[in-house]
């Protein structure tokens, strides 16, 4: 069962991610994501494109318990709360998740390329200096994978409020 910092956090990545506002995360949320993202970074997105279409897919086999290719806040709050048996998973779609923030593939996350990420999710402006201040641990401004991908860990399957990835994809 999920704890109610897994709800909190589900809850506002589920509504940023259901586009449409339908109450369900379909494939065409994720293109929907994807094209708002394109647009903020401009340029050529294939790549984006691609990691997006992977995360719906391996979201799609991990979530949608009844397999109507829909996925509803609690299909996604029951496999959450058993992400901790498939850790492996979250590592790789962290890893996959950098790569598509890393516009200019130098191995770290700048914070403007953060903001268009926290932008393309929700929809709305970029968060403050002092978010992306939280998620970067040693104070280089800018985020390394392996960071990232800790972030990632602990907002997808932890528990512990203070962790800095609680706010990953902006405040809670």
Do not use: C
Not at 84 to 108: H, K, N, P, S, Y
Not at 145 to 166: I, M
Request: charged share 35%.
């Amino acid at each position: 069962m999920a704890s109610d910092l897994q709800r909190k956090k589900v809850s506002v990545v589920f509504t940023a991610m259901d586009v449409n506002e339908d109450g369900f995360l379909e494939r065409a949320d994720f293109e929907a994501l994807t094209d708002r993202w394109e647009r903020l970074r401009g340029g050529d997105g294939a790549d984006l494109r691609e990691i997006m279409m992977r995360w719906w897919e391996a979201l799609s086999a991990t979530a949608d318990a009844d397999r109507d290719r829909r996925i509803t806040q609690d299909e996604m709050l029951a496999a959450v709360a058993d992400l901790q048996a498939m850790l492996d998973l979250v590592v790789a779609t962290g890893e996959a998740m950098f790569e598509a923030v890393d516009e200019d593939g130098d191995g770290r996350v700048a914070e403007p390329e953060y903001a268009r990420m926290i932008e393309a999710w929700t929809g709305r402006g970029a968060p403050s200096r002092g978010e992306f201040g939280r998620l970067d641990r040693n104070g280089d401004g800018t985020l390394s994978k392996s960071e990232f991908v800790t972030h990632w860990l602990e907002f997808w399957s932890g528990d512990d409020e203070e962790a800095p990835g609680n706010h990953l994809f902006g405040l809670i």
